[in-house]
C-alpha cells in the first residue's frame, strides 16, 4: 500500500511507519508550517492555539522526554496534539492552493489578511501525493459521502480521535472543485461515537452543496 491508497482507506499502520521513519522532529516541523499550535489571526479574540509539542515541552510538564511512540501518536494526530477546526481548514487549503498557509479573516475588505499567504515550501511532488490521496478517498475510500452528482469532483479526509474518556470525536474536511478549488469545509462533531466519513462527511457535504448551488 502507498501513500495514495493508505489516505483512501485511512491506514494508521501506515502512516505510524511513515511518522517513525521521518521521525518526530520532522512531524513537529510540518505540522507548525501549516499553522498547528498557533493561532491563525482571524478575527476573533477567544481563538485557541491548540497544541503541538516537542520533547522540551514534554521534559517540562511530564519530566520524561520524547519517544518514539509519541512520533507514531503524532503521525496520525494522536497523542498530545490538538488542533481546531479552522487550523485544519488552512492545512486543507494549503493543499487546495498549491502550498500557501492562508490567514482566514471574516472581512470581506479586510485587504491585510488577503495579502498574509506563506509559502510553506512543500515540493510539487509533494502537492500531487497529497492531491491524489485526497481525491482518492472520495472516488473509492472513505470519504463516499461526497461522491454525489450534485457536487463537482471533490477531495478530502475522514478522521476519527479517540477522546477518552468519551466517545471518539468524528472530522472530516475537504475542498472542491478538485481541478480549481474554489472552497474548503471542515465539520468536526465532538464525541459523536461515529466515523469521520459516515458523521462529519454528510455534513460538509451539505455546506457544498450549498455554495455550488448558489454559486451556479
Given at each position: 500500500?502507498?501513500f495514495?491508497?493508505a ?6 499502520t ?14 513537529i516541523e510540518?505540522?507548525?508550517?501549516y ?6 489571526g482571524?478575527?476573533l ?15 517540562k510538564?511530564?519530566?520524561w522526554?520524547?519517544?518514539v511512540?509519541?512520533?507514531?501518536n ?6 498530545f ?11 486543507f487549503s494549503a ?8 490567514k ?13 499567504r506563506?509559502?510553506?515550501?512543500m515540493k ?10 485526497l481525491?482518492?478517498?472520495?472516488t473509492g475510500?472513505?470519504?463516499a459521502a461526497l461522491r454525489v452528482?450534485?457536487?463537482p ?6 478522521g476519527?480521535?479517540?477522546a477518552?474518556?468519551g466517545?471518539?470525536?468524528?472530522w472530516?474536511?475537504g475542498?472542491?472543485?478538485y ?6 469545509v471542515?465539520?468536526f ?10 458523521v ?6 451539505q455546506?457544498m452543496?450549498?455554495y ?5
Open positions: 500500500m502507498g495514495v491508497g489516505m483512501a482507506w485511512s491506514s494508521n501506515f502512516f505510524g511507519q511513515i511518522g517513525r521513519g521521518v521521525g518526530g522532529k520532522t512531524l510540518w505540522a507548525r508550517r499553522g498547528f499550535g498557533e493561532k491563525t482571524i478575527e479574540s477567544g481563538e485557541s492555539s491548540g497544541l503541538i509539542v516537542d520533547d522540551a515541552w514534554k521534559r510538564n511530564y519530566n522526554g520524547w519517544t511512540g509519541d512520533t507514531i503524532m503521525s496520525i494526530g494522536q497523542g496534539t490538538l488542533g481546531t477546526p479552522l487550523q485544519s481548514s488552512v492545512m493543499v487546495a492552493n498549491g502550498g500557501y498557509r492562508v482566514p479573516h471574516l472581512l470581506k475588505n479586510n485587504q491585510d489578511a488577503i495579502k498574509g506563506v509559502s510553506i515550501n510539487p511532488s509533494t502537492i500531487q501525493t497529497l492531491r491524489r490521496g481525491r482518492a478517498v472520495v475510500g472513505t470519504g452528482p450534485e457536487l469532483p471533490a477531495a478530502g479526509k475522514s476519527t480521535a479517540e477518552p474518556p466517545k471518539p470525536h468524528a472530516f474536511g475542498f472542491a472543485p481541478d480549481k478549488p474554489e472552497i474548503a471542515v465539520a462533531v465532538e464525541h459523536s461515537g461515529g466515523g469521520g466519513g459516515s462529519a462527511g454528510p455534513i460538509v457535504r455546506v452543496e450549498a455550488f448551488k448558489h454559486n451556479k
